[in-house]
């Protein structure tokens, strides 16, 4: 005597199916969730001391105000005349001639050092700290080596070595002509040592089985570099990049101890001009208008980063 089976319904196969997909995605619901909940505290905490100033930049940035008398709202006449400006304009020119001159030569000679420390090479805790020590040392101390470096007469170290090869001593930060090239210079050196730890830390982290397939398949030094090293490194170039470009537009303090700016506007840069006009000028309304363009200006370099790089693996 047999028992007949019966299959299942399909409502109970529908049931099933939504019941096991609910099990599926709660997991995932309540990660989510959890994370919205640990993000809070930092999401409140750039609301309130990085959102609200922003917001009331853009506010003031359509007043006329001197932190004596209270704001007046004149509409886009800071903006018009940044727009007629001719120093903010040479500033940005001075950031932007920094940026694509600096940050490409920094980023190659970090990379190339990265990869040799890579190699585990003797002395390599020394020779780390050796290179990351300009960007740890106070930027006060950096422009005073510097001042002594670039000194326009015999005692500058710089003109001590040219005089070795019968050139004459060069106003290094005093002419027009040198002292753009002689900030670069500075900013290269300073900016390093950053990128060379995160490009070997990233270096550090790729898998070592991607080489050996690598030399099973007989692929040479620069092929593993060019399709193995270089998209490995993408997330960390792409880091790099728009911290350096960040960075650069924030530069002040630097300008400030080493040139003011000078000669002649020679070495202004956008955060030194933003400087001046509020805080020498006492003008805020147009210093926080000339603040936005920089925000705003910001906002598409890292976009336009983005694109060069190619954004990250998880895009």
Known sequence: MTTAQT???????TSSGRGSARRRTSPRRAEKRWGLLLALPATFHIALWTGI????????????????????????????????????????SHNLILAVAGI?????????????????????GIFRTLVF???????????????????????????????????????????????????LIVTIWQGI???????LASLQGISKDLYEAADIDGAGMVSKF????????RP????????????????????????????ANSTTVITYEIYQTAFQQFRMGLATAQSVILLLMLVVLTIIS???VGGTDND
């Open 193 to 199: 040592g950053l990128k060379m730890l995160i490009y």
């Open 133 to 183: 020590l300009p960007h740890v040392t106070a930027t006060v101390a950096v422009a005073m080596i510097w001042l002594w470096i670039y000194a326009p007469t015999d005692n500058g170290l710089a003109n001590m070595a040219l005089s070795l090869f019968g050139i004459e001593n060069v106003a290094w930060l005093t002419s027009t002509n040198t002292s753009l090239m002689s900030v």
């Open 7 to 13: 299959a299942p319904s399909p409502s109970a196969a």
């Open 53 to 92: 100033p922003v917001i009331a930049a853009i506010a003031l940035s359509f007043t006329s105000y001197d932190m004596i008398r209270r704001p007046e709202f004149i509409g886009i006449q800071n903006y018009l005349e940044i727009f007629r400006d001719d120093i903010f304009w040479k500033a940005i």
């Open 104 to 124: 490409p030569i920094s980023m190659l000679i970090a990379l190339i050092l990265a990869i040799m420390l890579n190699q585990g090479l003797k002395g390599e």
């Open 236 to 263: 960390a170039t792409f880091f790099v990049l728009v911290t350096s470009v960040i960075g650069n537009f924030q530069t002040f303090d630097l300008i400030y101890n080493l040139t003011a700016g000078g000669p």
């Open 306 to 308: 983005r694109k060069l």
């Open 226 to 233: 060019r399709h193995i090293t270089v998209p490995m490194l």
